[in-house]
């Protein structure tokens, strides 16, 4: 059994959910289990994390490391390879996380593995094709790293006989110079307040649709439009419309997803919804895994008709 | 100035998925292939910084002959040139041998800048821009919403999740991999088409590059044992029937939960 080095990830000062399921996977992956904190004024946290599934907790504590900065960041997880000894790297699949991990596998010339959800018999299981299809992935070679998928495995919750470290760390030649961060801004559509959300992704086809066929719906329902990225990337629709992890997390009365696919990062967005209609022409896409009601048909022909009856059962 | 974007050719994000007879991928004859979206995004912005001023912008992408199609599309859009790293040998290769490979083209090309897409849309890994950034000794952001020269390099804003953004300045060269959305991607003109025909697209082997025993499946760190069509759940009860058929049963559900 090797060592499994956790990185674990602050938000706000305090070590994330992500990190605690870090934990837990470390547990189902099997070896010794060392940990990683990262920041400036973070010995309490270390402490803490030590004591709930961190275990040995390598603390990099210094000024220049207070915001990320990927050549800060990158100095810190290498120094903590080499104190641990760890052949297993686990991060999270965060913007943190994948900004950094592949530059930790290119530097140690070792196996990457990103964006997991599951380990199964030997193996590293992820999604792919944006969520059709998955992946067992093996790995090669006695180093790797992995990032996991937030909220794929329930955090770790027992305790831990831990303690801290402190990591000298050079971060004297960082390039990247970290400027500042800036909050989302308030939107104009405040999606978390609405009962029912009509959304359309790129199988709607083009922005006149959205006019024609789900604007008309969602004012049938007295709800809001919404929409996945590619829309908004598109410029169909303005970013405010977007459901998902980089847009709102809505959890509305009923959703209805029209010519949406369900890719991870939509479905985290949505799929707190009370009730959730999905119409797709896929009878194979991710997203009827997470509706109640599912029709597999062309949207033009649904939705329409959907918006007919709605009108004529209001009388 | 000099700008090298990396790119992509991935199945259409409508093509059927069917997996190949060894179970490892899936079926590519037959399907169409396009630019990895995130990609376009790149190549765009890449054309829109030589729009402005004086900038060369090479295109690299690894892959079989069906590649010279994308690769002829961004000289269509605007490119100046292209590599096309083709050999047999490459198959099967992990996201860290096709970061070496890049790394090593872009050594010879020697740009300012580098741009990538955040992702592709096949393999999902976000792994290979950081890769060739680390491998090529420079900096690098990923997920940029916007990238504006400053100083002496680009100041770069990440997305974060929920929509909060992270600026952050990276002195070149360096390598930016952005997010989908950061422009809106021009369509190739016939003009362009035409004059595309003319550019030159070099051809390059993983031997060239010297790299011809860190490529393929046998130098692979990271394979792919299997892929399979997803577990499925419970999942949604699928209503069958006319379109009359399904939308009185949806007004009928509708009804029940009280929002009519
Ligand atoms: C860091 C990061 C953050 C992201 N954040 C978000 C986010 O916040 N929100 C988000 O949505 N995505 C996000 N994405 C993108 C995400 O990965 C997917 O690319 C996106 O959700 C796909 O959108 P889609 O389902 O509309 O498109 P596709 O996946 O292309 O799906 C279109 C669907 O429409 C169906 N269809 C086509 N025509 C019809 C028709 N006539 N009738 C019925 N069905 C039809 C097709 O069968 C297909 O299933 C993010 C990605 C990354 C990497």
């Known amino acids: ?315 | 100035m000099k700008i090298l974007v990396c790119m992509k050719q991935v199945p259409h994000q409508d093509a059927r998925l069917d997996i190949d007879g060894d179970g490892t991928w899936i079926k590519e004859d037959g399907i169409k292939f396009e630019i990895n979206s995130y990609d376009t995004f790149a190549l765009e912005e890449a054309l829109r910084i030589k729009d402005a001023g004086e900038a060369e912008v090479v295109v690299v992408s690894i892959g079989p002959d069906r590649v010279t199609q994308a690769l002829r599309t961004a000289l269509g859009m605007g490119a100046d040139r292209a590599v096309h790293v083709n050999d047999d040998a490459v198959a099967g290769s992990d996201a860290l041998a096709i970061a070496k490979l890049l790394a090593a083209v872009a050594k010879e090309e020697s740009p300012d800048l580098v741009l990538m897409g955040l992702m592709s849309d096949d393999g999902n890994a976000t792994a290979v821009a950081p890769m060739v950034a680390e491998l090529m000794g420079i900096p690098s952001a990923t997920g940029v919403m916007k990238a504006e020269a400053e100083g002496d390099g680009y100041r770069c804003e990440r997305e974060l999740e929920g929509g909060a953004l992270e600026v952050v300045d990276l002195p070149t060269p360096c390598l930016i991999a952005v997010q989908s959305g950061l422009n809106q991607v021009r369509y190739a003109s016939l003009k362009g088409i035409m004059a595309a025909k003319k550019k030159p697209i070099d051809t390059k082997g993983a031997g060239d590059l010297g790299l011809a025993d860190q490529v393929g499946t046998a130098a692979a760190k990271a394979q792919i044992e299997k892929i399979y069509q997803p577990a499925k759940g419970e999942g949604a009860e699928i209503i069958e029937g006319s379109t009359d058929e399904v939308v009185s049963q949806l007004v009928g559900k509708i009804k029940e939960l009280g929002l009519l």
């Open chain 1, 1 to 315: 059994m090797g060592t499994i080095l956790i990185v674990a990830e602050l938000k706000d000062g305090s070590v994330r959910e992500a990190s605690y399921e870090l934990a837990a996977f470390a547990n189902k992956i099997g070896g010794d289990v060392k940990s990683l904190v990262i920041g400036s004024g973070v010995a309490g946290e270390a402490e803490s994390f030590a004591k709930k599934g961190g275990g040995t907790v390598y603390v990099a504590d210094d000024a220049s490391l207070a915001n990320y900065n990927v050549d800060g960041y990158s100095a810190a997880i290498r120094a903590a390879i080499d104190a641990s000894g760890a052949d297993t790297v686990l991060i999270s699949n965060t913007p943190t996380g994948w900004d950094v991990a592949p530059r930790i596998a290119a530097a140690l010339d070792a196996a990457f593995v990103s964006d997991v959800f599951n380990f199964e018999d030997g193996a590293y299981i992820r999604r792919v094709f944006n969520g059709k299809l998955d992946a067992r992935v093996k790995v090669a070679g006695d180093k790797a790293v992995v990032t996991v998928q937030p909220g794929a495995l329930p955090a770790f919750e027992g305790s831990t006989d831990g303690s801290t470290e402190t990591l000298a760390v050079d971060t004297s030649g960082a390039r990247a110079k970290f400027v500042e961060t800036k909050v989302a801004e308030a939107k104009g559509v405040d999606l978390t307040k609405a009962d029912v959300i009509i959304s359309g992704g790129r199988g709607v086809g083009d922005p006149e649709k959205f006019t024609e066929v789900i604007q008309p719906l969602a004012e049938a329902l007295g709800g809001a439009m919404g929409a996945s990225r590619p829309v908004v990337d598109a410029g169909w629709l303005p970013h405010e419309y977007q459901v998902g992890s980089s847009g709102q997390v809505v959890t509305p009365k009923l959703y209805v997803a029209c010519g949406i696919s369900g890719a991870i990062q939509h479905l985290v967005g949505m799929k707190g919804s009370n009730f959730i209609i999905a119409i797709n022409k896929d009878p194979d896409a991710p997203i009827f895994e997470v509706a109640q009601l599912g029709v597999v048909a062309d949207l033009f022909e649904v939705v329409p008709a959907l918006t007919a009856a709605l009108a004529e059962a209001k009388g």
